[in-house]
């Protein structure tokens, strides 16, 4: 079946514009993982959703950020006025149940932003 | 929530057994080991994973000491595919939600 996918897989745009990265999960999967890697670091907890609901949005970086879920299924990150700072490589993860020990996250290819 | 700490380079011979440590010393009870790879420009791929008892699957084993405050990752025979950045990570439950908070990685050199 298909795996996660991610898009625009490259996206350039200059500083103070904003941004829309979409990730579909694996179909049936209830839990999605939004993170950031930034150039040579380890990856970075952005939000978590369960269904449509985001119990944990504690890794969101400022305000200019946010992201929603709409049918248990595809995800949008939305970053506004977007700074140098916030070039990196946007990741997608989903599993199927986050409540179960294996959990397994399958992730996507990822977006690489970069802001002018 | 549990941080991990690994050592940030690693090489290992190929066929050699690659033994990959992991510092979870905060790492609470029902908190999970979970380690991935990340192989250049790919998302991260799952391993295995544990919460106490060692575990062994078809990619690797993982070695939990008795008190949790560390890992080890073992690939048995490495291979030059293995040349990634593999991730220590523990699954942090804070009010029945989970989030995944990696470490910095490690990142392996299988040599030929």
């Known amino acids: 079946g298909a795996g996660v996918s991610q898009s625009p897989s490259n996206k350039v745009t200059e500083k103070g514009k904003d941004v829309e990265l979409r990730c579909d999960p694996i179909s049936g999967h209830t839990a999605l993982y939004w993170y950031r890697q930034s150039l040579g670091q380890g990856l970075e907890f952005l939000i978590y959703?369960?269904?449509?609901?985001?119990?944990?949005k504690s890794g969101l970086p400022s305000d200019r950020f946010s992201a929603e879920r709409t049918g248990g299924s595809v995800s949008t990150l939305t970053i506004q006025r977007t700074q140098q700072e916030d070039s990196a490589v946007y990741l997608c993860?989903?599993?199927?149940?986050?409540?179960?020990?294996?959990?397994?996250?399958?992730f996507g290819p990822g977006t690489r932003l970069t802001v002018l | 929530d549990a941080k991990t700490t690994q050592p940030p380079s690693m090489d290992c011979a190929e066929g050699r057994a690659a033994n990959l440590p992991c510092n979870h010393s905060t790492i609470s009870g029902n908190e999970y080991v979970y380690w991935y790879r990340q192989i250049h420009s790919q998302g991260p791929q799952y391993i295995i994973h544990g919460l106490k008892n060692n575990e062994t699957n078809e990619m690797a084993s993982l070695i939990i000491t008795e008190d949790r405050k560390s890992s080890t990752l073992i690939l048995p025979h490495a291979t030059l595919r293995d040349t990634a950045v593999y991730y220590c990570i523990v699954r942090a439950t804070t009010s029945g939600t989970y989030k995944y908070i990696f470490g910095t990685g490690t990142r392996l050199k299988v040599l030929a």
């Open positions: 993860a989903s599993s199927s149940h986050s409540g179960r020990a294996r959990d397994e996250q399958f």
């Open positions: 959703f369960q269904g449509n609901s985001a119990p944990d």
